[in-house]
């Protein structure tokens, strides 16, 4: 029997009704959508219908959509785009202290070309610290970028807030939101932001598969070279075959947003509930209303989550701190929200998705707590 599986912020399920809706572009609809013909023709509007879907979601003109292949390549594509284009302006881009890495390295690797980055630090609950934020922007600050909400707390930023304050000093915004999509309400004329990162095998799309959007009236230097696909803005022949599962994922969860949401706070709800009335000694990570209805957080007194972990095989869930050696290293979130260490190297990260069940997590959390008061036994 296959583990319970609760690592939905990692990666999700291909839904059988977006599974079924590419399956003709894997067999008989192969043209390429370049091609004027027939076969290239239904490729084609194929794409065009995916991104009309996905602009939909996200309350967009379609041809604010780019497809890429990813929330990582979008994050590229928007930060070194934008720094590029704007390299005669200024070189400062403002970022926080707890980005996905997708956004951290890129910023990194800017600074190793002439960029300055500022890295805003974040409150106990994962909140960036907007006066600081406000105090950081320079005359050279050029970009902003803030995630929608941080994929191992699950926090949400005052996105809308900071987009006034980029405005209010003609900077350019950019969140990423491979997490928030599907799971918490994303419009991006009420967040009136620039570009905005999404990564379709967050809400149930395949891997490999993403979307930049792009502000009409944003220019960025080009990522890739080539023809001009994508409205020349990103070279190489379209993924026919996983744009349209994007496409079918976002009407998906447009359709379904209510019963979404709801499934993902009650389940969620039912295990935070479970822990939390045990006698284990237990920190829930991120802010208490302010985050994504399906993720905790959860830290452990003097536990190691890597030997919490594998004593759960009949779950399937991640980490917070991964033990190498002798060494445990705990997230660079955790650390920024200053987490007690004690706490912080026994942190395990459970989501629920559109299959979990109540009874699954109901099961989840007897396992958890069974697992937890064993190691404290043979600790004391």
Known sequence: MKPIYLDYNASTPVL????????????????????SHYYGMENLLAIEDARFKLAELIDCDPGEIIFTSGGTESNNMAIKGLAYAKIKTGNHII???????????VCKFLETRGFEVTYVPVDKEGVIKIDLLERAIRPSTILISIMHSNNEVGTLQPIAEIAEIAIKNHICFH???????????????KLKVDMMSIAGHKFYAPKGVGALYVKNGIELEK????????????AGTENVLEIVGLGKAAEYVKKNHSELINKYRVTSEI??????????????????????????????NNI???????????LAISTGAACHAAEIQISHVLKAMGVPDEYAKGTIRVTTGALTTET?????????????????RRTT
């Not at 599974?19 to 609809?29: G, K, R, V």
């Not at 969140?175 to 004329?189: L, N």
């Not at 990522?223 to 990103?234: I, L, N, Q, T, V």
């Open 175 to 189: 969140t990423d939101a491979a997490q928030s999509i599907g799971k918490v309400e994303i419009d991006v004329q």
């Open 360 to 376: 699954e997590a109901k099961t989840a959390a007897k396992i958890i707590i069974d697992a937890l008061r064993d190691l404290q």
């Open 304 to 314: 190691v989550a890597d030997r919490l972990v594998g004593k759960l095989p009949e």
């Open 271 to 300: 295990i935070l509930s479970e822990v939390m009335k045990s006698d284990i000694e237990v920190l829930c990570n991120g802010h208490p209303e302010k985050r994504l209805p399906n993720t905790l957080s959860l830290s452990f």
């Open 16 to 35: 059988p009704e977006i599974a079924e809706a590419m399956l003709p572009f894997l067999t008989s609809e192969f043209g390429n959508p370049s091609s």
């Open 223 to 234: 990522f890739m070279h080539g023809a001009s696909h994508e409205m020349g803005r990103r």
């Open 95 to 105: 970022t926080s202290a707890i980005e996905h890495p997708a956004v951290l390295e």
